[in-house]
């Protein structure tokens, strides 16, 4: 990822969405415009939010996102494909829309892969965050509760993507990359994240 693409904390107003991604694509799929996607989740109540409000910024972010992977045969594998691999795809999707989780899952997840070190725990967060704080002025300004939600939504996303068992997790699960999504990140000249799904070759 470019490092001139900022870090953001957007990641609390928008987590992992995997039920309104999953949504979305299939909107994608039947070949909706943009817009109609949004007004569609909005009249049917699709995500089943409180006010409509939040549904419609939230559905605009799952397009963003979505499109963000520049890439039809993900989008449809995320309408379609067993929840385990669309799940996988949506944490690409987010990795990919997310410099922070791009180079977390980078640079600590792929790194204990590498290394073979399957333990894990609240110090890898802190020492990322950490790192961060000193390098960029933008994360050094971030409040210490945003951090924390950070760090919680970080965690989340390694439970549903089933890196973690749950939240209180010390140790990291095999992941085994779907080839759907090895072509994909090759054909985007991604490669360089291939460990984040412990895989190397």
Known sequence: MDSSFPY????????????????TAKLMVEGLTDSEIVDRICTDNLFQYPTEKSIRKMAKACVIRLKGMEDETLISAIASQPMDVAKQICLYALMKQSRLV???????IGEKYRLR???????DLNTFFLRLQEQDDAVAGWSET??????QIITRVLVETEYLDDI????LNPVWLNPILENAIRSNNDDIILPAFNYFS
Do not use: N
């Not at 953001?8 to 949504?23: G, H, Q």
């Not at 945003?146 to 760090?151: A, D, F, Q, R, Y």
């Open 8 to 23: 953001v904390a957007s990641l609390t107003r928008e987590p992992f969405l995997f039920y309104e991604m999953r949504t």
């Open 102 to 108: 791009w180079e977390f899952m980078l640079t600590v």
């Open 117 to 123: 070190d399957t333990s894990f725990g609240k110090i």
């Open 146 to 151: 945003t951090i924390t939600k950070l760090k």
């Open 168 to 171: 209180r997790a010390d140790h």
